[in-house]
């Protein structure tokens, strides 16, 4: 069972417990983004991902992202600073925010349009909180 799938196992199975430390992670980074999840956005516009990135803020179906393209738009650094917070390779962990990041963004997004203002990590452990990031 990968890291994901235990994380998603946790938080859809409502056995809570601490695992959601990929979902911490995936939070902290678009948090510790200039201008939070629109720079984010911006980043992967600017990385060439506009098309795939629009999907996932977008109301239809989220395009995949791969683990290459990630450290493409984020750098190997940051990756292996999420590698290192969650204790894994940084191939696991770009892998698993592949999986995860377009889902996150999608909930974060739920008309189809950037939040305005607000601590989006509150948001979104409020989300986990109520079920509603995976649910």
Request: glycine residues 22%; proline residues 4%.
């Amino acid at each position: 069972m990968g890291l994901l799938d235990s994380v998603v196992g946790a938080l859809g199975g409502g056995q809570g417990g601490g695992n959601n430390g990929l979902v911490d992670v995936v939070m902290q980074l678009i948090n510790s983004q200039p201008g939070g999840l629109g720079g984010l956005v911006q980043s992967f516009q600017q990385g060439g991902l506009g098309e795939v990135v629009n999907s996932w803020v977008s109301t239809g179906q989220n395009l995949p992202v791969s683990a290459e393209q990630l450290q493409a738009v984020l750098g190997g650094g940051q990756l292996q600073n999420i590698a290192a917070q969650l204790g894994v390779s940084p191939e696991q962990a770009s892998g698993s925010l592949a999986e995860l990041l377009p889902q996150v963004v999608d909930k974060l997004t739920p008309g189809g349009q950037l939040p305005q203002g607000g601590d989006l990590l509150a948001q979104g452990m409020d989300m986990l909180k109520k079920g509603g990031l995976f649910g």
